[in-house]
Each structure stands twice: as structure tokens, then as C-alpha cells.
């Protein structure tokens, strides 16, 4: 059965979808994308911005230099953006599963990599199942950021692939991916629907449920970047979705040993305005915005997030851990108020 589902993604985005004007809903688009990025996109080949199929925007600040994986890469149009962002010494790579979506991809490797004024390509397009990453030749401990663009919903074995992600991450290592969640479980009889389970609908993971399976990896807090309901736009498909409500979500996690709720010890942690195009402040998630040179108070989670990964070189965090104050206190102004897809009592999840 699950072999049967993915053949049937593989016809979906390799024959059936021409370009995403094909799509029967609004879940694979995204809507808002950065001035800077605006700029890189308009550089990009028709052909791979016209099969582009994400629900959000599905790259982190500060990745030059970076080795970045893509999964569920499509016609690329990610990984190029990637391919400008890290520079000539970063390495972008991007692994699917549909051959007719890696020829797109590959056809555009060397007129990007002339475009953006390289002597040889930082970017290339592996066949792999993100389910095993190894069928892709990826190594433990290999790569700095794994991102992904509304493909983790179409993985038929979750578990094995959010595995396979912390596997390949590098200490410190982030995945900050956008992809689709629900508001409960979705019942297994949608799942058989081609049309709903290739629209990134009847995949996708119940956010506790993404919660419980970060956590039995080892991954005990994440932060929300964005999200936005789905409204499918669909009455055919709206009536067999009935009351599930689904949500484009941006979410990063460390590979960090952190702790399951955010702790006090007083540490407080100031931006120092460096990242690349971030000169005024840096977004973590949706409640932590640091001012350039203004100090925050934050929780031993945050405050590890920006000393053990590669943000740590853009704060100062004064404080140790030696002495412990309580629970973190998130009912400050900027922490968020308390939505359906969120627990109340930690910064992250
Ligand atoms: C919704 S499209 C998104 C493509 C791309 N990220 C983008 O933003 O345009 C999903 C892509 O994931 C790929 N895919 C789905 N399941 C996969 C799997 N288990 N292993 C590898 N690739 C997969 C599909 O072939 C397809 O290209």
C-alpha cells in the first residue's frame, strides 16, 4: 500500500501536474517571499519557477558557506535559490524520487551556474526516497541546514524520514522546513485518495503528532515561523475534508539536546545586526524578534539555539546555566498568544 502511494505521487507530480496551474487547491502555494529572494527568483528559469510547487518560504537566514539539502527538491527552483544564497563555497544538494521533476531540475544547472557567476556548480540533483536517505549517498553528520518545501506530508513512512533528517544533520544543524499540518488526525480512508494525498492534504501529519515524533527523536523543542490556514478553494474536495483544518506551517529545529520546557537562568542574549541581509533584527520564530544591539531576556532553549548553531557568531549570550531561576515565564508581551497549534507552557513546542 504505501508503495502504491508513492508511485502515485510520482504520477501525480511527474505526469498529471504540467505547472502549478494544474493544482485543484491552494495548499502546494506560497504566498509572501522576501524582497531579497524576489530578486534571485527573477534571475531563475521560467521552466523551474512554472513547476514550482511550495507552500511557504522555506529558506533560513545566514546560509552562506552552508551544505543544504533539500528534500523533495522538484524542479528546483528552492535548491537554486539555495545555489545563490550559500555562495560558491556552500554546496546545495536536492533529493526526489520523480525522474521527470529531476530532468527539470538538472536541465538548468549550468546556465544558473553561469548566471550566478560561478566557475563550477554548487548545486546538484540526486534520485533518492527521503524515507532512506543513504539511497542518495548523504552521510551521518554531513549537512549544515535540511530544508523542505511541502514534501515531508507526502513521505509514507514520517518517522523513517524525520529519522533519516537528524541522521544526515551536522551537530548544531538545523531543519527548517514549510510544509502542511493538520488541526487533528486525518482518517486513513483520505489517505487513499490520490488527488487529496497529492495535493499535500491527506498526508499531513497532526501538529501533536509532529510534536511526538520530534520528541522521540531526541528533538525537544521547535519554533513556529509562520503559518496560515488552508482554504482549499475546492467544494469538492472541502466537502471530503469536512472539519479538518489545515495549516501551512514554517518550522526550524536544532539538532540540540535541549529541554522540554523553556527554563529560566537569567540569560539574555543581544543580535549584533551581522547575519546577511538582517541588519536591523533577527526573527527565531514567530514570538523572538531581536532588535540589533537591544538585549532580551531568554530561555535556556533559545539562548543554546543562538550559541551552539551557526547563528551563535551573530549574538552575544551572557549567562551560563549555572544557576537555575524556574520555569521560563512566556507570558512577556513577545512571547505569542495561545492558538490550537500551539502548547501554552514553552517557547517552542
Ligand atoms: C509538492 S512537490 C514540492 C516540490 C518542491 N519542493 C517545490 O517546492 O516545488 C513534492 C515533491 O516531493 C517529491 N517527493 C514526494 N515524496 C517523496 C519521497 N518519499 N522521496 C523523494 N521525493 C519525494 C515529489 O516527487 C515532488 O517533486
Known amino acids: 500500500m504505501e508503495q502504491q502511494i508513492q508511485e502515485q505521487v510520482q504520477d501525480y507530480y511527474g505526469t498529471q501536474l504540467a505547472s502549478s496551474q494544474d493544482l485543484k487547491t491552494n495548499a502546494c502555494c506560497t504566498t509572501d517571499v522576501p524582497a531579497a529572494h524576489k530578486k534571485i527568483l527573477a534571475t531563475l528559469e521560467a521552466e523551474v519557477l512554472e ?12 546560509v552562506q558557506g552552508c551544505t543544504v539539502l533539500d528534500l523533495g527538491s522538484g524542479s528546483g527552483r528552492d535548491a537554486y535559490l539555495l545555489s545563490s544564497l550559500v555562495g560558491e563555497q556552500g554546496h546545495v544538494i536536492g533529493v526526489d524520487m520523480t525522474d521527470e521533476q529531476l530532468a527539470v531540475a538538472r536541465r538548468h544547472v549550468q546556465t544558473h551556474t553561469e548566471r550566478f557567476g560561478y566557475a563550477r556548480p554548487n548545486v546538484e540533483f540526486r534520485k533518492g526516497y527521503i524515507e532512506n536517505l543513504a539511497s542518495a549517498a548523504i552521510a551521518d553528520n554531513s549537512v549544515d541546514v535540511v530544508v523542505s ?19 544526515v544533520l551536522k551537530p548544531g544543524g538545523e531543519l527548517y522546513i514549510s510544509d ?13 485518495d490520490p488527488v487529496l494525498y497529492g495535493e499535500c492534504l491527506s498526508g499531513a501529519l497532526y501538529i501533536e503528532d509532529f510534536r511526538r515524533l520530534l520528541r522521540d527523536l531526541g528533538i525537544r523543542d521547535y519554533r513556529l515561523t509562520e503559518q496560515r490556514q488552508l482554504t482549499i478553494n475546492n467544494e469538492e474536495i472541502e466537502r471530503k475534508v469536512g472539519n ?3 495549516y501551512s506551517m514554517t518550522v526550524r529545529a536544532f539538532k540540540l539536546d535541549l529541554e522540554d520546557q523553556c527554563e529560566d537562568y537569567g540569560q539574555v542574549a543581544t543580535y549584533l545586526g ?9 526573527r527565531l520564530d514567530d514570538h523572538h524578534y531581536f532588535e540589533t544591539g537591544r538585549p532580551v531576556l531568554v530561555c535556556g532553549n533559545t539562548a543554546d539555539m543562538l550559541t551552539y548553531t551557526r547563528y551563535g557568531q551573530y549574538f552575544r549570550v551572557d549567562g551560563s546555566k549555572e544557576r537555575h531561576f524556574g520555569l521560563f515565564d512566556c507570558s512577556s508581551p513577545t512571547a505569542s498568544t495561545s492558538s490550537s497549534t500551539e502548547a501554552a507552557s514553552s517557547c517552542g513546542c
Open 51 to 62: 513547476k514550482y510547487y511550495g507552500c511557504g518560504v522555506c529558506v533560513p537566514a545566514a
Open 180 to 192: 502542511v499540518f493538520a488541526d487533528r488526525r486525518v482518517p486513513e480512508a483520505l489517505r487513499h
Open 274 to 282: 551581522a547575519a546577511p541581509d538582517e541588519p536591523h533584527g533577527f
Open 149 to 167: 518545501n511541502c514534501v515531508l506530508n507526502l513521505s509514507t513512512d514520517k518517522a523513517a524520514t524525520y529519522r533519516e533528517i537528524f541522521r
Open 244 to 246: 479538518i483544518k489545515f
